[in-house]
């Protein structure tokens, strides 16, 4: 749970940190350096992979023998613990997909602008990021996995369902935040399991 909880805070910090943080951009210099700035971004994050990710090693072990497709698929279709993480994770991700889409639309339409719509993302960015790691530790420390899972879930409906009631920054940071501890949740324990 500890370590799924560090990986996956790279992973969700930079999907929510770069609406938050091309909000700001837009905000003060316009939405042609928000994309400047994400293609230079992204090719300083080309290099440092460059030079730190080691030579990986694509050795098979003794006696490794090939399966055929259906035998490898029947298999995954047994594994319910594995399906229960793909439904978790399809659940997840439908609502992040949601929230990156159309809250900045939504939100532009309760006339809030794109420093706050940027402000919106990054509280959900921080409290998804920073709950990972406590999230991580509960995981490791409980029996029964599935029911944190399934409080991050109901978590991520409910602040999905609150965006569309939200007139105000106040609410939508709110449910952001709601959000983002959600997903910390629900995403850290499922690694875990």
């Known amino acids: 749970g500890r ?4 990986y996956t ?12 943080a091309g909000g700001w951009v837009a905000h003060w210099w316009g939405y042609k350096p928000v994309f400047l700035a994400s293609g230079a971004w992204i090719l ?6 460059y030079v730190l990710l080691p ?5 098979r072990p003794a006696g490794y023998q090939k399966k055929p497709i259906a035998e490898l698929a029947r298999n995954l ?5 594995l399906i229960a993480c793909w ?7 439908l609502g992040l997909g949601m929230f990156v889409t159309f809250v900045p639309v939504y939100a532009h339409e309760q006339g809030i602008g794109a420093g706050q719509i940027g402000l919106i993302f990054g509280a959900q960015a921080l409290f998804n990021a920073l709950s990972r790691i406590p999230f991580g530790r509960l995981s490791d420390s409980v029996g029964q ?3 944190l899972a399934v409080i991050g879930l109901i978590g991520l409906a409910v602040s999905i369902a609150g965006f569309g009631v939200s007139t105000n920054i106040t609410r939508f940071i709110a449910f952001a935040v709601l959000m983002g501890i959600s997903m910390g949740l629900a995403f850290t324990t499922v690694g875990a399991l």
């Open 3 to 6: 370590s799924y909880g560090w």
């Open 9 to 20: 805070l790279a992973v969700y910090g930079g999907m929510s940190l770069g609406p938050a």
């Open 44 to 49: 300083l994050v080309c290099l440092a992979v």
């Open 55 to 59: 030579e990986s090693l694509h050795l």
């Open 77 to 81: 279709g047994r594994n319910l613990p």
């Open 87 to 93: 439904l978790v994770t399809l659940g997840g991700c």
């Open 145 to 147: 996995r599935s029911h």
